[in-house]
């Protein structure tokens, strides 16, 4: 079988995953060069930056491509009209950063920001450009052109972006990476997607999309808002190298959630809309997903805690040790946000917009006051106020699935407990052997031993609790009848 029917066999989840992976994996090793060479507060101005520069890709891109999918009955009209809206809002708010740089760098105490500020305020424009061709895309299933678009700019933008930092740009190689690969990534988009660019505005058409951009967009904002707000306040609080310190502890966990989770939380959105008149299958569906997706999600969370510290210790100098805590808390944090993502996604397949954006309220309230309280009792507290947030609102999300869909909790607690018990009895013993291993070898030789064992240790009890997806998944392997 020839390379390209192999590609022409992936699944819409497989796309998503293999782009995914390698975007963070790419992302990942960009970062592990240039951490130890541009430092933490390099880091912290660029999350500062895309605090303001980002709104844009986040909020009306991204609730731009979501009522463009909800819609049941499309045209070419609706794809150009919103086009035009989008790209319009996002030049606006490009200006409103260009002639607020200086303000914002006050605010921080930082003259370079302005500079920076400035260049970047081109991204949005940019990116306001991709709403149309993503959604094209995923109405239809077609994850290859995505995939293609994410890996080839992430290559190009990652290449510069490394040159620059080994000649010595500092933080503009950030700045530069961040541009160029937006650049190409809109470029790729475009080319692979067979859909006529144009940004004809129609009245009948706007009106259309924007009951379903509306709520979409408040829910993007508010959860734009609960992951950037809190880097607004600690940066303000605490400055750009404790912020680059939290944004490398958040950026694991975001990895791990790119990586585990939101392949399939996108895939799901879509496909679970065709249950919308039976109940009864979509509750299976979504009892299958769980069951799969805690199954890997699960271990990466408690593992990864685990042998956070040894990690660190071989991979960054000691400028980073204060972000060791923050990683592991924010890891496992990632075990609650599995089954938020996936309510949601249940949530929006069935066009429940306004309602899932309560959940986006709540989680931007309550993050906002998790950060003012603890921000003064500094950066491990902070952290543990953030990672605390999405079990306090668990009983929220399954509250509001059950009373729109009829979904009752025990359809969505059952089916993670097996990998549950089984990843945390893994990352207690990983945890153990650990403490064991650390004053009789090197952090280098006990990281892959720490990996091996957890392994192991997490095979074994799956077996155990979950002894009918093992032999469901022996059936599958080559050779099995």
């Known amino acids: 079988m020839s390379r390209m029917k192999v590609f022409a066999k992936l699944s819409p989840?497989?796309?998503?995953?293999?782009?995914?992976?390698?975007?963070?994996?790419?992302?990942?090793?960009?970062?592990?060069?240039?951490?130890?060479?541009?430092?933490?507060?390099?880091?912290?101005?660029?999350?500062?930056?895309?605090?303001?520069?980002?709104?844009?890709e986040y909020v009306p891109g991204e609730a731009a491509a979501e009522s463009l999918i909800s819609i049941r009955k499309i045209d070419d009209e609706h794809f150009s009209t919103m086009t035009a809206a989008n790209v319009a809002l996002s030049v606006v708010i490009g200006i409103a950063v260009f002639f607020g740089a200086d303000r914002i760098a006050g605010w921080f105490g930082d003259p370079e920001l302005a500079r920076m500020l400035r260049w970047m305020a081109i991204l949005p424009a940019?990116?306001?450009?991709?709403?149309?061709?993503?959604?094209?895309?995923?109405?239809?299933?077609?994850?290859?052109?995505?995939?293609?678009?994410?890996?080839?700019?992430?290559?190009?933008?990652?290449?510069?972006?490394?040159?620059l930092t080994l000649t010595g740009a500092g933080v503009w190689a950030l700045v530069w990476q961040a541009i160029v690969?937006?650049?190409?990534?809109?470029?790729?988009?475009?080319?692979?997607?067979?859909?006529?660019?144009?940004?004809?505005?129609?009245?009948?058409?706007?009106?259309?999309?924007?009951?379903?951009?509306?709520?979409?967009?408040?829910?993007?904002f508010l959860s734009w808002g609960s992951q950037q707000?809190?880097?607004?306040?600690l940066g303000l609080y605490w400055g750009s190298t404790e912020l680059g310190l939290f944004s490398l502890a958040a950026r694991l966990g975001d990895i791990l959630m790119e990586v585990a989770?939101?392949?399939?939380?996108?895939?799901?959105?879509?496909?679970?809309?065709?249950?919308?008149?039976?109940?009864?299958?979509?509750?299976?569906?979504?009892?299958?997903?769980?069951?799969?997706l805690t199954l890997f999600c699960f271990p990466l969370c408690v593992g990864g805690a685990a042998i956070v510290p040894t990690l660190f210790h071989v991979w960054l100098d000691p400028r980073w040790a204060g972000a060791i805590v923050p990683a592991q808390l924010m890891?496992?944090?990632?075990?609650?946000l599995v089954t938020q993502y996936i309510c949601g996604a249940v949530l929006l397949a069935m066009n429940f917009q306004r309602t899932?954006?309560?959940?986006?309220?709540?989680?931007?309230?309550?993050?906002?006051?998790?950060?003012?309280?603890?921000?003064?009792?500094?950066?491990?507290?902070?952290?543990?106020?953030?990672?605390?947030?999405?079990?306090?609102?668990?009983?929220l999300s399954v509250s509001l699935l059950k009373r729109n869909c009829a979904i009752p909790a025990s359809s969505?607690?059952?089916?993670?407990?097996?990998?549950?018990?089984?990843?945390?009895?893994?990352?207690?013993?990983?945890?153990?052997?650990?403490?064991?291993?650390?004053?009789?070898?090197?952090?280098?030789?006990?990281?892959?031993?720490?990996?091996?064992?957890?392994?192991?240790?997490?095979?074994?009890?799956?077996?155990?609790?979950?002894?009918?997806?093992?032999?469901?998944?022996?059936?599958?392997?080559?050779?099995?009848?």
């Open 13 to 56: 989840t497989s796309w998503l995953t293999t782009k995914t992976v390698f975007s963070q994996v790419f992302a990942l090793l960009l970062f592990a060069i240039q951490a130890p060479v541009l430092g933490p507060r390099a880091f912290g101005l660029i999350s500062i930056v895309m605090v303001f520069v980002g709104f844009c």
């Open 126 to 163: 940019i990116s306001a450009f991709a709403a149309a061709p993503t959604a094209a895309t995923k109405r239809e299933m077609q994850f290859q052109p995505l995939a293609l678009r994410s890996i080839g700019s992430l290559v190009v933008g990652g290449v510069i972006g490394l040159a």
């Open 181 to 220: 690969t937006r650049l190409v990534s809109l470029v790729v988009l475009w080319y692979a997607v067979p859909l006529k660019f144009s940004m004809r505005f129609s009245g009948r058409h706007f009106h259309d999309l924007v009951q379903f951009a509306a709520p979409s967009m408040l829910s993007k």
């Open 229 to 233: 707000i809190p880097r607004v306040i």
């Open 261 to 292: 989770v939101v392949p399939r939380y996108v895939v799901a959105r879509i496909e679970l809309r065709k249950y919308v008149n039976d109940r009864v299958g979509l509750e299976a569906a979504l009892q299958r997903i769980l069951t799969l």
């Open 331 to 336: 890891l496992l944090t990632c075990a609650a």
């Open 356 to 395: 899932e954006a309560v959940v986006s309220v709540a989680q931007t309230v309550t993050t906002v006051l998790a950060v003012v309280v603890c921000a003064p009792l500094g950066l491990v507290a902070a952290s543990a106020g953030i990672a605390a947030r999405p079990f306090f609102l668990l009983p």
């Open 412 to 481: 969505v607690f059952l089916p993670q407990w097996p990998a549950l018990a089984a990843s945390v009895t893994m990352g207690v013993g990983v945890s153990l052997l650990r403490l064991l291993l650390e004053p009789l070898i090197s952090d280098a030789a006990a990281l892959p031993i720490l990996v091996l064992a957890g392994a192991v240790v997490y095979v074994l009890m799956v077996k155990l609790t979950m002894p009918t997806i093992v032999a469901q998944f022996v059936s599958r392997l080559p050779g099995r009848a």
